[in-house]
């Protein structure tokens, strides 16, 4: 192990500079990455992620720095390093070192994989990818497949000046599909991609050939779709990836990374109606199995469920230690980073808009002309304005009450602190689907979720 | 969690035992490598609020087995962590489909070029900081709008890379930059604004944090005052940074890999009038102060200026060693990789439109419509495959060619392929962005437009 004595020597060297705290971050990471192009194996590849990290808090001020020369006396000099960047020595003396009485963090996994993905071979991993490549080769229009896919061991030690010793193994496995149809001249793509906190068990509640057929049903259902037209309509966005709405135009805004610089707009509005009183928000670390699992965060505390809004009221940002200290808002289990290459940040994990009282056709039904946005693709925000994007993969028109045309070419633009207010209907059929998020500390897997919603009024980017 | 308890190799002596590991064994291997030490500070009101150091390597194995390419990376330098990766990238290999035309070359020399300057040894840590406070400060009293620079900083890395295959080639360059930005966040009858500017450098000296400062807050407070966007399709300026952003968006197009997967809208259109007469794009890797520039390519194949768009007609597309050779062609030098981790792709590296001859106000005279000066969103509202695009944008409204007021948030849609078949006028400088493409500003018959 990288043991206690050594993590006690290294944390107390990097103070020497006199920072009030210090926190060790060890990772030795193994992927896999495997892609199927036509149903042949073009990519096979993965590797070992290996470093460790140093964050140093003077007052809120960071200082980190991160090599991947993890042998004893590499720490030492990264601790030497960061301690000097601050004016300090870098050297202790003997009775300086060590003292720190870890207290182990003894926190029970919140699922454990059962077919672990470094216990599974490559050719069983290319077996389920050939399934998923069957659900979508030929189907309707399709000409095109490929089939990507992704699992990651991530284990990792923080260890801090104030004791916490904390281990984790976090596990992610992932299977994409993107489709092409093609008709003549006319293309068009569909992509689908679950995953899991978990191993290949994943597999079994999704079987490999629906994703593929999800792929396929979307490019085909698009390949004939006319272009969506273009301004201020009703809006009805499809529950699982639809979260993506949430994430972008009020989950970033609600991390403290965001509220600390009052880069946010809801900065100040703790306790204050900010949305229709039918949306209650939530963040949640804590869904065995999931993709935006959290058993322990980057800085050592067990993952939380955060309420972010309570039918319409603030209730709670999303903390990580540095926004505690700057804002006086509680950790909430969200310091998260990518790897040992960034210091941790507030970021989201599992983050839904919860079921309300509709249904999907009574939202329908009450748009007289509309668009229905079924499956979302990715989107981004601007945190100090909260204007946010998103494009929509599959999209609809609704006439009367009736989902009509299919519709290609859609992105929805607005302002998150405006449309949390014109979310006017939720239905109860919540799901979650998988994204990477990218932010000031990496790119991480997020959930995002919601039942159906419909929005009174958004500005939708088409050309027609 | 184990420390890491056999001794670390360094880049080159990591390079050298695998490639002697691999000649004993007879496994033909490349081996990429990356060594980068970097230092990055951000301010925030007045003060620095994260300091950051790093010191990172690895090495990127590719083996070739019976004609199929096995990949493998490692951050460890051990030999057994070494032997390891070879070990792995030998069986990653069994498993993949051979591909034609695969092979290892002993390319010629790459070009020599400098980027790498001064160096940053003379430059202390006082300095980069003092950089990045000025950066804030002078933000912050530029307007009284102006509510605090979230986002603003500098940084710097030191890279070096290598590439080295059992074809006895042997390549290793070093590079160095320096940058520094600024996004102001202003406020004004409850509108918030944020935009910014960054500058690149291959010199510490050169960093003006003055200069990009003003032009951040110059920027932001230009976007105060917004009104709502019309809907409907109108004449539009479009500023060559925006144009160079949806040009790298797009920019998988030219790909050759994408081409012979079918994934390319340009397939078979070699020869091809593609885009107004008044377009001529290349991809140079050569220029010294590109931000992509590079002396040889991922596979260590020599850096060379490309033509892809000859005034209008589709003249090449970019290739790496095995997708030339099966599109009949050679390499252009555009083996792609992203970092020890990725796999050997095809990509661009300073892509940009050439300058045309019209300037200014000739662009646009009497123009009413659009000034289009960004666009956000484009890693899911822009689609290689099919060329069209759907995004979050910025700009002006203008009136007979003059800018009226700044564009609440809005969105732009169309087809990058009828974008540029409709350029109608090209202004004669070339404007870069952040990520190393550039264009000319432009002027189109038609953009549709999402707003109110």
Not at chain 1, 68 to 81: F, M
Not at chain 1, 167 to 184: K, N, P
Request: net charge negative; charged share 20%; proline share 5%.
């Amino acid at each position: 192990m990288l043991n206690e004595t050594l993590a006690a020597e290294v944390l107390s060297l990097a103070r020497t500079g006199g920072a009030d705290f210090a926190e060790l971050f060890a990772e030795d990471t193994v992927s896999t990455t495997l892609r199927l192009h036509q149903g042949e194996v073009k990519d096979a590849g993965g590797g070992n992620l290996f470093g460790a990290g140093l964050r140093l808090l003077y007052g809120t001020r960071v200082v980190y720095a991160y090599t991947n020369d993890v042998t004893p006396q590499g720490l030492r000099d990264l601790a030497g390093q960061v301690a000097r960047a601050r004016g300090g020595a870098g050297e202790v003396g003997r009775e300086g070192t060590g003292g720190l009485d870890f207290r182990r963090l003894e926190a029970r996994p919140l699922y454990v994989a059962r077919e672990h993905p470094r216990q599974t071979g490559v050719r069983e991993k290319l077996a389920l990818m050939r399934r998923a490549h069957g659900g979508a080769a030929g189907a309707g229009f399709v000409k095109t497949v490929d089939v990507n896919y992704l699992d990651r061991m991530q284990r990792v030690l923080i260890a801090n000046s104030e004791g916490v010793w904390a281990e984790d193994e976090r596990v992610w496995t992932r299977m994409t599909v993107s489709a092409i149809a093609q008709d003549g001249t006319l293309r068009e793509t569909g992509y689908y991609g679950p995953g899991a906190g978990q191993g290949l068990e994943f597999f079994e509640t999704v079987p490999p050939e629906q994703i593929g057929a999800e792929a396929a049903r979307i490019a085909n259902a698009m390949l004939h779709a006319g272009y969506a037209p273009a301004g201020k309509l009703p809006v009805v966005i499809g529950n699982e990836f639809g979260g993506v709405i949430f994430h972008e135009a009020c989950g970033h805004i609600l991390e403290t990374t965001a509220v600390e610089k009052s880069a946010s707009v809801f900065a100040d509005r703790m306790g204050e109606r900010i949305a229709h009183e039918s949306v209650t928000a939530i963040d949640d670390g804590t869904l065995p199995g999931s993709w935006g699992m959290v058993t322990v965060d980057d800085e050592g505390m067990p993952g939380e469920r955060t309420v972010l809004i309570e039918q319409g009221v603030l209730k709670s940002f999303m903390v990580d230690r540095v926004g505690e200290l700057k804002t006086g808002h509680k950790r909430t289990g969200s310091g998260r980073r990518q790897n040992y290459t960034y210091a941790p940040a507030s970021r989201m994990r599992s983050t839904f808009i919860d079921n309300g009282r509709e249904t999907p056709q009574s939202l329908i039904s009450g748009v007289a002309h509309g668009i229905y946005a079924r499956k979302m693709g990715g989107g981004s925000v601007t945190p100090g304005t909260g204007d946010y994007n998103f494009a929509v993969q599959e999209a609809y028109m609704i006439r009367n009450g009736e989902i009509a045309e299919p519709l290609r070419g859609a992105s929805l633009v607005g302002n998150g602190a405006q449309d949390l207010l014109n979310i006017v209907g939720v239905a109860g059929d919540l799901s979650l689907g998988q994204g990477m998020c990218g932010s000031v500390s990496g790119s991480l897997p997020t959930d995002v979720g919601q039942p159906h919603i419909l929005i009174s009024e958004i500005t939708v980017g088409g050309r027609a | 969690m184990t420390a890491q308890s056999e001794p670390q190799l360094s880049l080159a002596e990591a390079q050298a035992y695998l490639l002697e590991r691999a000649r004993t064994q007879g496994v033909t291997l490349e081996v990429y490598g990356e060594r980068g030490t970097a230092t990055s500070v951000k301010a925030y009101g007045g003060e620095v609020s994260e300091f950051k150091l790093s010191t990172r390597q690895g090495v990127g194995l590719r083996a070739l087995v019976r004609g199929a390419w096995g990949y493998s990376f490692t951050e460890n330098l051990s030999r057994p962590a070494l032997d390891r990766a070879l070990d792995s990238a030998v069986e990653n290999a069994e498993l993949v489909q051979p591909e034609p035309a695969a092979a290892l070359h002993d390319w010629p020399p790459p070009p020599a070029l400098d980027l790498y300057g001064e160096g940053l040894s003379g430059v202390t840590v006082e300095q980069k900081v003092q950089v990045a406070l000025n950066l804030d400060r002078v933000a912050r009293e530029a307007d009284p709008r102006v509510v605090s620079v979230p986002y603003g900083g500098y940084q710097d890395g030191d890279l070096q890379r290598l590439v080295g295959n059992s074809a006895g080639l042997g390549r290793e360059e070093r590079q160095l930059y320096a940058m520094q930005y600024a996004y102001p966040l202003v406020s004004e009858a409850g509108q918030n604004k944020m935009q910014g500017d960054w500058q690149f450098t291959r010199e510490f000296t050169e960093l003006d944090p003055t200069r990009t400062a003003l032009s951040a807050v110059e920027k932001a407070a230009a976007l105060l005052g917004a009104k709502p966007a019309p809907s409907g399709t109108f004449p539009a300026v479009i500023t060559g940074e925006c144009l160079a952003q949806l040009l790298m968006l797009f920019s998988p197009m030219f790909s050759g890999k994408m081409v012979e997967e079918g994934k390319s809208p340009l397939a078979g259109r070699l020869g091809e009038q593609v885009a107004s007469p008044l377009v001529t794009l290349v991809d140079d890797p050569t220029l010294p102060r590109g931000l992509n520039s590079r002396a040889f390519d991922a596979e260590g194949c020599p850096s060379v200026p490309l033509t892809l768009i000859a005034a209008g007609t589709l003249t090449a597309f970019l290739h790496n060693a095995a997708t030339a050779a099966r599109a009949g062609t050679g390499s252009t030098g555009h083996a792609d990789r992203h970092g020890i981790q990725g796999t050997v792709g095809v990509g661009p590296s300073n892509l940009f439109m050439q300058a045309g001859q019209t300037d200014g106000p000739a662009l646009a005279p009497g123009l009413t419509g659009l000034r289009l000066t960004d666009v956000s969103g484009g890693h899911a509202g822009a689609n290689p495959i099919t060329g069209d695009f759907s995004l979050e944008a910025q700009g002006f409204w203008l009136e007979e060619g003059e800018v009226a007021h700044p564009l609440e948030v809005f969105t732009v849609a169309g087809n990058i392929l009828d974008l540029l078949a409709g350029i109608e006028a090209a202004g004669s400088e070339v404007h870069w962005t952040d990520y190393g493409a550039g264009a000319p500003d432009v002027r189109v018959n038609a953009l549709a437009v999402g707003g109110a």
